[in-house]
């Protein structure tokens, strides 16, 4: 930057308080000084011409912009470093060939300079100061968007999520959740975003039934608000019936749940949907989130039954009789996987040529990615090296990915002579369990029954098997997501359990039990296990406090963390509870019951999901 100051006539020289303040304090490099007379002596005649350079200091190579890319109509500062303090600077944006002025301000501390405006639209600006023009920036104007998810269904009484996002993000910004009634919107729960540019809204549905709601994001630092359409949230109350239908009055049995809740699958003898024709057992699937309820495999011309969903809902292992879905002929029972999304059957207790097997087969579980299923068969053509007869029902696990299979129960001498009558999966397909009785199978006396491990690699092959329970007489495995925690029911008196019935454990990672069974006479089963294991869902036959129906069986609910009281879910009347599933946070236990647990139940054993927090 040159500067070029014409200096007055050597009688009248121009007092230093008329030089602009600026240029007194900046400092200033000679770079040419022509007819400047020695020390002392008197100037010249005429002006003397004096050309200065301002030093790299002063001049601001570079200008930041924030945000970066602004929302049309979103205050932006324009920021840098300009000597001295004080001095004047303007923000200008290119008007065609010309240059108007947005902004004004004056250097601040430390010779920095903030301007502020509204950028209306995409443009070019520059930073201008006396005798100073800075680098021009290119400022880009971005649309607003917004995404946003209910954790829905609402539930009665029960405070829900909802996640806002609005873009580009910003922090600071007041998001609003509103309810339409009519042709009016109310808004019920306001929240900023947080660092990341996230609002988490809590919000209360209200009573049961679908409403329509929106999200709001308010106006902010100039840019306008953005609003979401609208979108049908249904509320459901804490405890509804699930097996809803045009002709309840059959039993309905066996549910499974997704790991967020949403569906739960389970299987009905009664015709719920017209598409049921006949009076056999159908899988449904039911979606807490719409209160949709699907019939699953309608074209079976026999028995579909016990449904096991994957974590996301999106596959459905269950056994069927049918002889029109693969080709199966002498109506053994088979095990399947139907993928909800393509529509497409996959049989799992298949021979390496693809038929199926030669007698029943029995599904247990599913990985939550829908890669790995556990399931039990008498068949004796599933595997090369196969068992010798079809009177033991053997565990296999089922690599899809791969299209094998692996014989669990496998022993030196050939395969365990004793039959499996409960398995389970881990949700990340590292391990699965079964029970059976034979003593052969790994070291550890077998009291009866035992529990057994095989863990599983990333190729899907199954190794390293041992007893999880020897000495003891144990059932009903469970196992969390990771396959380190498992719940199960044994009839030994461990961990200072003195009734002499059957009751829940806890087996920890580090091979400890824990009581999981309420305390009072009675027996009690271990249902299921939360992802992270720490809450556990028991039936038991031990009264409650809330309990009404006496010794008929209840579910309850522990929290393994806070070492609370079992938590009472099933409060009705006369009849049994039992089946129960969690979902994986835990928050949501679906079961099968004779009891009247709501107004709507028909007093046959129908499946019933309650939200606890």
């Known amino acids: 930057m040159i500067v070029t100051i014409s200096l007055g006539a050597p009688s009248r020289p121009r007092p230093a308080a008329l030089l602009p303040a600026w240029l007194l304090v900046l400092p200033l490099t000679v770079s040419a000084l022509v007819g400047l007379p020695p020390a002392g002596a008197a100037?010249?005649?005429?002006?003397?011409?004096?050309?200065?350079?301002?030093?790299?200091?002063?001049?601001?190579?570079?200008?930041?912009?924030?945000?970066?890319?602004?929302?049309?109509?979103?205050?932006?500062?324009?920021?840098?470093?300009?000597?001295?303090?004080?001095?004047?600077?303007?923000?200008e944006v290119r008007a065609g060939s010309r240059w108007r002025t947005v902004a004004r301000a004056r250097v601040g501390a430390g010779s920095t300079y903030r301007l502020r405006a509204r950028v209306m639209r995409t443009g070019t600006y520059r930073v201008a100061a006396a005798g100073f023009t800075s680098r021009q920036v290119r400022v880009a104007t971005v649309a607003q968007g917004m995404s946003r998810t209910f954790d829905a269904p609402f539930v009665t009484g029960l405070p829900r999520v909802v996640t806002a996002v609005p873009t580009p993000r910003r922090?600071?910004?007041?998001?609003?959740?509103?309810?339409?009634?009519?042709?009016?919107?109310?808004?019920?729960?306001?929240?900023?975003?947080?660092?990341?540019?996230?609002?988490?809204?809590?919000?209360?549905?209200?009573?049961?039934?679908?409403?329509?709601?929106?999200?709001?994001?308010?106006?902010?630092?100039?840019?306008?608000?953005?609003?979401?359409?609208?979108?049908?949230?249904?509320?459901?109350?804490?405890?509804?019936?699930?097996?809803?239908?045009?002709?309840?009055?059959?039993?309905?049995?066996?549910?499974?749940?997704?790991?967020?809740?949403r569906w739960v699958a389970f299987t009905s003898e009664a015709a719920l949907l017209p598409s049921?024709?006949?009076?056999?057992?159908?899988?449904?699937?039911?979606?807490?989130?719409?209160?949709?309820?699907?019939?699953?495999?309608?074209?079976?011309?026999?028995?579909?039954?016990?449904?096991?969903?994957?974590?996301?809902?999106?596959f459905v292992a269950f056994q069927t009789i049918a002889s029109n879905l693969f080709g199966e002929g002498d109506y053994d029972y088979d095990v399947a996987v139907l993928d909800r999304t393509t529509g497409a059957l996959d049989l799992v207790s298949t021979t390496s040529g693809g038929a199926p097997g030669n007698n029943d087969s029995y599904v247990h579980a599913i990985s939550d990615d829908g890669r790995f299923v556990a399931f039990a068969s008498t068949a004796n053509d599933l595997v090369s090296s196969p068992p010798p007869n079809t009177s033991v029902r053997h565990p296999y696990?089922?690599?899809?990915?791969?299209?094998?299979?692996?014989?669990?129960?496998?022993t030196q001498s050939g395969w365990s002579t004793t039959g499996t009558f409960s398995m389970d999966l881990a949700g990340n397909g590292s391990r699965v369990v079964f029970t059976t009785t034979d003593t052969n199978l790994a070291?550890?006396?077998?009291?009866?029954?035992?529990?057994?491990?095989?863990?599983?690699?990333?190729?899907?092959?199954?190794?390293?098997?041992?007893?999880?329970?020897?000495?003891?007489?144990?059932?009903?495995?469970?196992?969390?997501?990771?396959?380190?925690?498992?719940?199960?029911?044994?009839?030994?008196?461990?961990?200072?359990?003195?009734?002499g019935q059957s009751d829940a454990y806890l087996r920890t990672a580090g091979g400890a039990y824990l009581l999981a069974a309420p305390a009072g006479p009675g027996k009690s089963i271990g249902e299921d296990i939360?992802?992270?294991?720490?809450?556990?869902?028991?039936?038991?036959?031990?009264?409650?406090?809330?309990?009404?129906?006496?010794?008929?069986?209840?579910?309850?609910?522990?929290?393994?963390?806070?070492?609370?009281?079992?938590?009472?879910?099933?409060?009705?009347?006369?009849?049994?509870?039992?089946?129960?599933?969690?979902?994986?946070?835990?928050?949501?236990?679906?079961?099968?019951?004779?009891?009247?647990?709501?107004?709507?139940?028909?007093?046959?054993?129908?499946?019933?999901?309650?939200v606890l927090r």
């Open 397 to 410: 696990l089922r690599d899809r990915r791969d299209d094998t299979s692996f014989g669990l129960d496998r």
């Open 43 to 91: 100037p010249a005649d005429g002006p003397a011409r004096i050309a200065l350079v301002a030093p790299r200091s002063a001049q601001a190579a570079t200008v930041t912009v924030s945000p970066r890319r602004p929302m049309a109509g979103e205050q932006t500062t324009f920021s840098g470093r300009l000597s001295p303090r004080g001095r004047p600077v303007r923000l």
């Open 171 to 261: 922090a600071g910004r007041s998001v609003s959740v509103q309810r339409r009634s009519g042709a009016t919107w109310t808004t019920v729960a306001t929240r900023r975003t947080n660092a990341s540019g996230v609002a988490r809204v809590p919000v209360s549905g209200g009573a049961a039934g679908s409403r329509t709601w929106r999200v709001v994001a308010r106006s902010f630092r100039g840019a306008p608000a953005r609003a979401t359409g609208g979108v049908v949230v249904r509320t459901a109350t804490t405890t509804e019936l699930l097996s809803v239908g045009q002709a309840a009055g059959k039993e309905s049995f066996s549910p499974s749940v997704s790991a967020d809740g």
């Open 530 to 610: 939360s992802a992270d294991g720490r809450y556990v869902v028991v039936s038991t036959e031990s009264p409650q406090p809330g309990d009404t129906n006496g010794t008929d069986d209840d579910i309850v609910l522990w929290d393994t963390a806070s070492a609370t009281p079992h938590l009472l879910v099933t409060r009705g009347g006369p009849g049994s509870s039992s089946g129960a599933v969690l979902s994986a946070d835990g928050r949501v236990v679906v079961f099968g019951s004779l009891a009247a647990i709501t107004a709507s139940a028909g007093g046959d054993y129908d499946v019933f999901a309650t």
């Open 443 to 499: 070291p550890g006396n077998v009291d009866g029954s035992a529990i057994y491990a095989t863990e599983i690699d990333a190729n899907g092959t199954a190794y390293n098997r041992k007893n999880l329970t020897p000495g003891m007489q144990a059932s009903r495995p469970h196992l969390n997501r990771t396959g380190e925690l498992l719940v199960f029911t044994s009839t030994e008196d461990l961990a200072g359990d003195t009734n």
């Open 276 to 314: 049921d024709e006949d009076a056999l057992n159908d899988i449904y699937l039911f979606d807490r989130r719409t209160g949709a309820l699907t019939h699953l495999l309608p074209q079976a011309n026999s028995h579909v039954n016990n449904p096991h969903l994957s974590g996301d809902g999106r």
